[in-house]
């Protein structure tokens, strides 16, 4: 059976936190990164750790998560739009 248990809006908080405790001079830790995109997007853990910045366009505002050369299956990767945040 799926797993239906979603985070509290004060756990959230609370990992955002904890990641950011990992910051070194500034700039967001990898976890704090992984854990961004992650809620931001809800894409898979694999997806995002293959991400390249080459994937990233500025300008129209998405991430495209699509692979290029990997085979395309159910699990489809595909775009998601930026927010501000």
């Not at 992984?34 to 390249?52: N, S, V």
């Not at 500025?58 to 085979?71: A, D, L, S």
Request: proline share 4%; net charge positive.
């Amino acid at each position: 059976d799926p797993c239906e248990d979603w985070l509290r809006e004060d756990e959230v908080k609370a990992l955002f936190e904890a990641a950011a405790q990992d910051r070194m001079g500034g700039r967001l830790s990898r976890v704090e990164r992984w854990l961004f995109l992650a809620y931001h997007t809800g894409r898979r853990t694999e997806a995002i750790e293959r991400l390249k910045w080459s994937q990233v366009d500025w300008e129209m505002g998405t991430v495209n998560f699509e692979e290029p050369g990997r085979p395309k299956t159910k699990k489809r990767r595909g775009v998601a739009h930026m927010n501000r945040t």
